[in-house]
């Protein structure tokens, strides 16, 4: 039996090869390809190796030892979807890199990573990304690992304590009025300055609208929590901060120097504006005049612990921060309100009322008591677009979700795999549904989804992201007519993003001002 089965074989062998030279290119091709696919179907029929029997089960993949990183790279958005009808909400492993990356999208399994900080750990992937995006080093007596979990020891024996609870208290109360203050105040001035031109040079101008938007949001915000002598002294800061920040995903992937170079030279750029910001001396002082105390943050204990430029380094990872989901995420609402039938006239009528004076009532606008529909489309906006995922390190063994993660892995919580699934939100998931978050506004920051994170490392600008979007939306829509020339743009979704997705290309419109008829 034996040797008749190596006959076969051998007779099948002779006539693989047979059918092999007897075929034309085009043909040999196809039966490469043909041959190919067979092999990865049956590849995955392989079990995955390396997996103890309770961990969560690892999606297939077509390709052996790559596993699904190619395909995460291009669009891990669409890798999870593609989980998500095969596993629905439970626990999941992909294999990027060589290494598991458990993946989370239950509401109530994300809650309980983000509430657990002894077995998972947010410590390694901060101070890596660090590493990575901001070339910050380790210096001597400390390391940025003791930096983000707070436990740093100044040279006289005192603890430095943890940098997320100073700013989260620095973003709130009296300091976040004045934050809101100032932010406001510059979104006036730049409108009159619009206002103004539109009656100078004729009745309309045309833009690209997302730029418009976030160079509106983005600079004001900045004169506000970092006076306003920064941008004027520095007039190419801004544009290098989005030629960075927009190739940040290649960093991420560890692209080689040479092919994100501009991107390189216009981080060092902003680098040494933050020498010359954080610096001690007149011109420091200068530059400093007029910040809010956010921006300062820990200048006198950075300053003793870091050479100038490492803290310079640190103060773009949090300038980043600060301006990572506003300043996109309103050029959204807006492409919404206005796109929607019905709903621009729907907003201007809630929000009229707070615009009886000269400056807008904030107060009014940032409730959802008062303003109750605008508030629902941000939340909704923010639904379809933000994209956090919440990484943790596992360092202990936990059951999350009825699966046991092992220490040594890689955990992610994408935000928008449970933000747009049909078992959270049911048939309308993948709609923008507008009045949606009206019965629920806390929907939009608790258990149904977590735009700016959660747990201890949930965002310390939240506040101040939906006050200053709302306001600046509201501000645009009272003040201004916009026309989209080209109907609504497709997300980006392929580009990973520390925040919100943009827009593709470009977002053409033309804006006319607006009679501003107050009640």
């Known amino acids: 039996m034996a040797f008749s089965s190596i006959v076969d074989a051998k007779g099948l062998f002779e006539n693989v090869e047979g059918l092999w030279g007897n075929s034309s290119p085009v043909q040999q091709l196809a039966l490469s390809i043909l041959t190919i696919l067979v092999a990865s ?62 993946i989370i999208t239950d509401p109530q399994d994300v809650s309980s990573v983000l509430k657990n900080s002894e077995a998972l750990t947010f410590t390694n992937f901060a101070a890596n990304h660090m590493r990575d995006f901001y070339t910050i080093p380790d210096t001597p007596g400390t390391t940025l690992e003791e930096i983000v979990e707070g436990t740093t020891i100044m040279p006289d024996g005192t603890p430095l304590g943890n940098t997320h609870q100073l700013l989260a208290s620095l973003l709130s109360g009296k300091n976040l009025e004045d934050l809101v203050r100032n932010t406001i105040l510059d979104f006036e001035r730049s409108f009159d300055e619009v206002q103004n031109k539109l009656s100078k040079e004729g009745s309309a101008i045309e833009v690209d609208f997302s730029v418009w938007v976030r160079d509106g949001i983005g600079r004001a915000a900045t004169n506000a929590a970092y006076g306003p002598e920064l941008l004027k002294t520095f007039p190419g800061f801004w544009e290098a901060y989005w030629k960075w920040h927009e190739a940040t995903w290649k960093m991420l992937y560890k692209f080689p120097s040479f092919l994100v170079k501009e991107a390189f030279a216009a981080r060092e750029e902003l680098v040494e504006a933050f020498m ?230 470009v977002t053409s419109a033309i804006i006319t001002r607006r009679q501003l008829c107050r009640p």
């Open 276 to 505: 010359a910001y954080l610096a001690d001396g007149p011109e420091g002082d200068r530059l400093r005049r007029g910040g809010h105390p956010f921006s300062v943050a820990r200048r006198d204990e950075y300053n003793i612990l870091f050479p100038l430029e490492t803290h310079a380094r640190i103060d773009l990872s949090l300038f980043q921060a600060f301006h990572i989901n506003s300043t996109v995420i309103a050029s959204w609402v807006i492409l919404r309100i206005v796109l929607t039938p019905g709903l621009l006239s729907r907003i201007r009528e809630e929000v009229a009322p707070a615009y009886s004076s000269d400056k807008p009532d904030v107060d009014y606008i940032s409730s959802h008591q008062t303003c109750p529909l605008l508030h629902s489309v941000l939340c909704e906006c923010l639904r379809h677009y933000v994209a956090p995922m919440a990484p943790r390190h596992v360092v202990q063994p936990i059951r999350i979700g009825g699966y046991t993660l092992q220490p040594g892995n890689k955990l992610l919580c994408p935000a928008r795999a449970s933000m747009m699934s049909e078992q959270v939100w049911g048939d309308t998931a993948s709609e923008f549904v507008p009045e949606r978050f009206l019965d629920k506004p806390m929907d939009f920051n608790g258990r149904m989804m977590r735009p700016f994170g959660g747990g201890l490392h949930l965002c310390p600008g939240k506040q101040f992201a939906m006050i200053e979007t709302k306001v600046y939306v509201a501000s645009v829509l009272t003040r201004f007519n916009v026309e989209f020339l080209d109907g609504m743009p497709k997300m980006d979704e392929a580009s990973p993003t520390l925040g919100t997705m943009g827009a593709l290309g």
């Open 41 to 102: 179907r049956l590849w995955q029929l392989v079990p995955a190796t390396g997996f103890k029997s309770d961990e969560p089960p690892c999606y297939p993949y077509y390709v052996p030892f790559l596993g699904h990183t190619i395909p995460f790279a291009m669009n891990a958005n669409k890798v999870f979807r593609a989980a998500g009808k095969l596993f629905g909400l439970k626990p999941y492993t992909l294999m990027i890199a060589g290494e598991k990356h458990y």
